[in-house]
């Protein structure tokens, strides 16, 4: 069944809308509902599809959609991906990919498959700061490539403003919007931690504002690269087994509360001195040196180990089990491990099948499970010299008049795969707190589904007439006024021509 076509944007744009949030590691693309959806009847029509195209050890290639339906077996599995750090490069992928997601009928969902592009308004996303070569290539395919009818390019974290995020901040701050013609939110601070880097974008009436833009080159692919070294330095070589450490690092990282403590605790030097802690009976000699020596401190004991730090990752094996999953840490069974590796090592006869964990490659992870993610919020722990998350994020207010500063810090709102980290939120929020001048209010909140919150703010701006009128231009547009006006026209430069104002 065909969607149902949006209220008209704009005089010579196509009523029905199209939106894709092109991410580095995936997309998220759906037809906009009708006016007035809620956000979980619009949510229902976006899709996440991998954006990558994937060959497995069998000499087979999966693309988009694929990946998650056809793929078995991850081990030693290459991917080739069009957005590199955060740029769309490789357009030769891209349109590989959105053929088969969008406009191959045998390939797409019914409710992706775009019929008619000529009859459609494309709404795509860019990462802030693009290159300007980069912008026009994409402006060129999508006219003359496809023939969509109507087409904007935005820069992502601007669909936010868009959204509902009264539930989030509430009064006096930020205002309830019209639910059939949403205003933009008008002072919003967005920080987009994705997978090929994390931007931080203030926004003024969702119109980025560019001299205050940030970004820190970390982002879920630094964190998946830096946990596969560590994995295969301390437990099982995984160089080659890209997807497996990824679902690792989506299972089992978090975001310490206090990253000093944490580290203390799983040190392995404190279970020495833990394994030691009641000290021999002095004789005579040493009992009255001990009371004489008032004046030294006693030494601190270590402190007492979290068992919730420890965790078993239990890795596919492709037969019984087809992705990773963990569970709490069991001593016992690590130790039935060791005993069982070293068992095969020095005997010819393999271990019992009937053996709960005998065919179980399981891994004891620790200090890894939050010492990946603080490279985010303290790059100098792997010897870059960009600064921290919330120090970029005070310096990117640093360049605001104060009293927009004032309004920024209590809207600040958190997209991106990596907001689904635990405590990443709550750990930014701290840090942030501790920077900012004492008297000004400090909040940082995510949506419920923070990966597509940028499609949804997409999928509601597409209501609202006026912002259509000013940001999308026709396909009659292109050709009238070309390729060069289009890219002015979408930097904010041009607006005497056209539907714009």
Same mark, same amino acid.
């Given at each position: 069944?065909?969607?149902?076509?949006?209220?008209?944007?704009?005089?010579?744009?196509?009523?029905?809308?199209?939106?894709?949030?092109?991410?580095?590691?995936?997309?998220?693309?759906?037809?906009?509902?009708?006016?007035?959806?809620?956000?979980?009847?619009?949510?229902?029509?976006?899709?996440?599809?991998?954006?990558?195209?994937?060959?497995?050890?069998?000499?087979?290639?999966?693309?988009?959609?694929?990946?998650?339906?056809?793929?078995?077996?991850?081990?030693?599995?290459?991917?080739?991906?069009?957005?590199?750090?955060?740029?769309?490069?490789?357009?030769?992928?891209?349109?590989?990919?959105?053929?088969?997601?969008?406009?191959?009928?045998?390939?797409?969902?019914?409710?992706?498959?775009?019929?008619?592009?000529?009859?459609?308004?494309?709404?795509?996303?860019?990462?802030?700061?693009?290159?300007?070569?980069?912008?026009?290539?994409?402006?060129?395919?999508?006219?003359?490539?496809?023939?969509?009818?109507?087409?904007?390019?935005?820069?992502?974290?601007?669909?936010?403003?868009?959204?509902?995020?009264?539930?989030?901040?509430?009064?006096?701050?930020?205002?309830?919007?019209?639910?059939?013609?949403?205003?933009?939110?008008?002072?919003?601070?967005?920080?987009?931690?994705?997978?090929?880097?994390?931007?931080?974008?203030?926004?003024?009436?969702?119109?980025?504002?560019?001299?205050?833009?940030?970004?820190?080159?970390?982002?879920?692919?630094?964190?998946?690269?830096?946990?596969?070294?560590?994995?295969?330095?301390?437990?099982?070589?995984?160089?080659?087994?890209?997807?497996?450490?990824?679902?690792?690092?989506?299972?089992?990282?978090?975001?310490?509360?206090?990253?000093?403590?944490?580290?203390?605790?799983?040190?392995?030097?404190?279970?020495?001195?833990?394994?030691?802690?009641?000290?021999?009976?002095?004789?005579?000699?040493?009992?009255?040196?001990?009371?004489?020596?008032?004046?030294?401190?006693?030494?601190?004991? +270590? #402190?007492?180990?979290?068992? %919730?730090? *420890?965790?078993?990752?239990? @890795?596919?094996?492709?037969?019984?089990?087809?992705? =990773? !999953?963990?569970?709490?840490?069991?001593?016992?069974?690590?130790?039935?491990?060791?005993?069982?590796?070293?068992?095969?090592?020095?005997?010819?006869?393999?271990?019992?099948?009937?053996?709960?964990?005998?065919?179980?490659?399981?891994?004891?992870?620790?200090?890894?499970?939050?010492?990946?993610?603080?490279?985010?919020?303290?790059?100098?722990?792997?010897?870059?010299?960009?600064?921290?998350?919330?120090?970029?994020?005070?310096?990117?207010?640093?360049?605001? +008049? #104060?009293?927009?500063?004032? %309004?920024? *810090?209590?809207?600040?709102? @958190?997209?991106?795969?990596?907001?689904?980290?635990? =405590? !990443?939120?709550?750990?930014?929020?701290?840090?942030?707190?501790?920077?900012?001048?004492?008297?000004?209010?400090?909040?940082?909140?995510?949506?419920?589904?923070?990966?597509?919150?940028?499609?949804?703010?997409?999928?509601?701006?597409?209501?609202?007439?006026?912002?259509?009128?000013?940001?999308?231009?026709?396909?009659?547009?292109?050709?009238?006024?070309?390729?060069?006006?289009?890219?002015?026209?979408?930097?904010?430069?041009?607006?005497?021509?056209?539907?714009?104002?």
């Amino acid at each position: 069944m065909a969607p149902r076509p949006t209220k008209a944007t704009a005089q010579g744009l196509p009523a029905t809308t199209f939106v894709i949030d092109n991410g580095a590691y995936s997309l998220k693309a759906g037809f906009a509902p009708s006016p007035g959806s809620t956000d979980a009847d619009a949510l229902s029509k976006c899709h996440v599809i991998p954006n990558a195209l994937a060959r497995t050890r069998s000499k087979r290639t999966y693309i988009g959609a694929q990946l998650d339906t056809h793929v078995d077996n991850w081990n030693e599995a290459t991917f080739r991906r069009p957005v590199e750090r955060g740029q769309l490069v490789n357009w030769e992928a891209e349109k590989e990919i959105w053929d088969h997601s969008f406009f191959q009928a045998d390939t797409s969902r019914k409710d992706l498959l775009i019929k008619s592009p000529k009859d459609t308004t494309l709404l795509l996303t860019e990462a802030p700061n693009s290159m300007p070569a980069l912008q026009k290539n994409a402006d060129e395919i999508i006219f003359e490539e496809w023939d969509f009818g109507g087409y904007a390019r935005c820069i992502g974290p601007s669909f936010n403003a868009f959204n509902d995020l009264h539930p989030l901040f509430g009064n006096p701050i930020v205002k309830p919007q019209e639910p059939n013609c949403p205003d933009p939110i008008e002072c919003l601070l967005v920080v987009d931690s994705g997978y090929s880097s994390t931007t931080i974008t203030p926004l003024y009436n969702s119109y980025p504002l560019d001299r205050a833009i940030r970004r820190i080159d970390f982002g879920g692919k630094h964190l998946t690269n830096l946990l596969k070294e560590v994995v295969s330095i301390r437990h099982l070589d995984l160089h080659q087994d890209v997807k497996i450490v990824n679902d690792m690092k989506e299972e089992v990282c978090y975001v310490s509360k206090d990253f000093k403590f944490d580290l203390e605790q799983t040190w392995k030097g404190n279970r020495k001195k833990r394994a030691s802690a009641k000290p021999a009976e002095p004789d005579s000699e040493q009992a009255d040196r001990m009371d004489t020596s008032t004046n030294s401190a006693p030494s601190k004991p +270590p #402190p007492p180990t979290d068992p %919730s730090i *420890l965790i078993d990752y239990i @890795l596919p094996d492709y037969f019984t089990t087809k992705k =990773g !999953f963990s569970r709490p840490h069991d001593p016992h069974a690590s130790s039935l491990k060791r005993k069982r590796d070293l068992a095969t090592s020095t005997t010819a006869s393999p271990p019992s099948a009937s053996s709960p964990s005998s065919s179980e490659t399981l891994l004891t992870l620790g200090p890894e499970r939050f010492t990946i993610p603080e490279i985010i919020f303290s790059p100098s722990d792997i010897g870059s010299p960009q600064a921290g998350l919330a120090e970029t994020l005070m310096q990117s207010l640093s360049t605001l +008049p #104060p009293l927009i500063q004032a %309004s920024m *810090l209590p809207n600040i709102l @958190l997209v991106g795969g990596n907001a689904k980290i635990p =405590g !990443f939120r709550e750990r930014l929020e701290r840090e942030v707190r501790s920077l900012a001048a004492s008297e000004c209010l400090v909040r940082v909140r995510a949506m419920e589904d923070p990966v597509r919150s940028t499609w949804l703010g997409g999928a509601r701006m597409s209501w609202n007439t006026e912002v259509m009128r000013e940001r999308a231009v026709s396909k009659a547009e292109y050709a009238e006024y070309g390729s060069g006006w289009v890219g002015r026209r979408f930097a904010g430069l041009e607006m005497g021509k056209g539907t714009g104002r």
